[in-house]
Structure formats: C-alpha cells, structure tokens
C-alpha cells in the first residue's frame, strides 16, 4: 500500500493489519506518535484495517456456513470473488469436488482448490497433480463424509496447506454403534454447570449459535433435510445458574427425532456445538483432580 501524507510532514501506510509511519526524513519510526492518532489518513487507515477484520470474519462465516449446509457453490461465483485477497486465501487449499448434474459427487475424486476462473477451478488432486476441472458447481465437503480423512490431512501437510476455515482438522463426531436409535436426546455433555445463565448465553453466542428458546441452536443442511440441532441452555433469570441440558435434534415440523434419522453431519454438528458448551463450564476443584 502507498504511503499516505500526514500533519507535521509525516507519511503512514498499513502493513500487515498495523499502521507504520515515517518522518520527513523516510525513517520509519516504531510506534505511532501521539500527534497523528487523531490525523485523519490514520482515522481512514484504522477504518479500513477494520473493514479488513469484519470481511474476513464474513467471508470465514460463509465458507464454513457451505460446508456445513452442504450448500453447492456455483463455480461462477468462486472466479468472481477470486480476485479478492481476503476470500483467495479463505478458499485456498480447502478440499473441494465437483458435482455432477444430479447433485452427486465422487469421494475419490476431491482435491485441494488452487485457483478458480471462468474456465473452472484448479486444484491439486490426490495423485499430487494440479488439474484443471471444467465445472458448474463446486461442494467444500464437511470432513465426517471425507472417508480418507486421516490420508488427506497428511497430504494436506506434505503439500505445506493450510486452512484458514476448519475442514481436514475440524473436531467431528461420530454416532456411536450401541446408542439406541429409538431415543430422541443425547445427554453426553449435560450436566455443565455456569454459575450464570448470561456466561453461557455468551459462550454459545463466542462459538457461533444464536439462543432461541431457552435452546443454543444449530442449523444443519443434509441431503434435503433442514435440521436444527439445539442444545438446552436454560431459559430463566440470566443472572441465575444453569447447567448445560440434553441435545435434541428438530425436524421442520418442529419434532424431536429418533437418533436414527439424523444424518453424520447433523450428528457431529450436534455433539460439536454441545461439547463446545461443555467445555466452557465452571470446573470444581475435585472435577479438575479427578
């Protein structure tokens, strides 16, 4: 970024989120002088370093908002915002496929995205090749339906990728074998005790999921199923304690559902946003030495 005239012969600029200056003479100086805090090029650079922040915390929320609502991204739309800094490295070397025209995609033919235009998307695919796919509509798969995950984390390493939205290292669950699939809640992370409601309704609002109901909900898009994952939370004074509850999954119609019909990336949704909750409880002193 070029360098900005400021009062009192200085310049600034921004580099790397951080405003530098320099005096009349080109010597940059290490911390901003109090005399240009309030200078209007430094109130436009701060300004615009957090127009920065809030669009990569948007274009982070939409990406992993596809993810897990299983939404098909047109290709034409990755080429589109492909130019911007911000969105080119959210989506590089994110694991992506190619869907076909019903919709489907094959688990062994994922790569990881390298570059997209109006031609298509590049990626480098798991024989360690960069290729070119012609293509209409893009899938960033959640990583429960990656059936070689453990193998595409350690190519993602070899390969120097990283991630800036949760994919391959995501935290995933996976639906116990013996649990009985009649049953409508899961009550592995209730129990969680907050000495206030109002800490835990801050905790679910930190990690992403909006309160509804005396519930920490989260939406989840599987096949054409629109399912909500809820949490219970507690719906009195928020000034009074609560504990985490059980965790239920909701259809449109409002009805809880037997753990059969919930899909794996509901499921692991799910448990994910619960044991989030969790993890934020007030932990006693004999919890912590047990």
């Known amino acids: ?64 908002r596809w993810m897990i609502r299983s939404l098909p991204v047109p290709a034409a739309l990755l080429a589109e915002v492909w130019a911007d800094e911000t969105w080119r490295g959210t989506l590089t070397d994110l694991v992506v496929a190619v869907l076909d025209g019903n919709g489907q995609w094959d688990p062994d033919a994922v790569g990881f995205l390298r570059h997209a235009d109006e031609a298509g998307i590049g990626v480098v695919n798991l024989d360690g090749e960069t290729v070119r796919l012609p293509c209409e509509r893009v899938l960033i798969p959640h990583p429960v339906t990656l059936a070689d995950l453990d193998d595409l984390r350690e190519f993602s390493a070899d390969l120097g990728g990283t991630q800036t939205v949760a994919q391959l290292f995501r935290e995933t669950w996976t639906r116990p074998a013996d649990i009985d699939p009649l049953a409508t809640s899961v009550s592995t992370y209730s129990g969680g005790h907050y000495e206030q409601l109002r800490h835990l309704m801050a905790r679910a609002a930190s990690q992403g999921y909006p309160v509804r109901g005396g519930y920490a909900v989260c939406r989840v898009v599987e096949g054409d199923d629109i399912i909500e994952a809820r949490s219970w939370i507690g719906s009195d004074d928020p000034y009074y304690e609560t504990e985490t509850g059980d965790l239920v999954f909701v259809g449109p119609g409002g009805k809880a559902l037997p753990i059969a019909e919930v899909g794996p990336v509901t499921w692991s949704e799910g448990m994910r946003m619960a044991a989030a909750l969790y993890a934020g409880r007030t932990v006693e002193k004999n919890e912590t030495e047990s």
Request: aromatic fraction near 6%; charged fraction near 30%.
């Open 1 to 64: 970024m070029a360098w900005l005239t400021a009062t009192g012969g200085y310049e600034v600029t921004l580099r790397e989120g951080a405003i530098v200056s320099r005096n009349a003479a080109g010597k940059e100086l290490r911390t901003l002088p109090k005399a240009l805090r309030d200078d209007p090029a430094v109130i436009g650079l701060r300004q615009l370093t957090e127009w920065f922040t809030r669009h990569e915390t948007e274009c982070r929320a939409d990406v992993e």
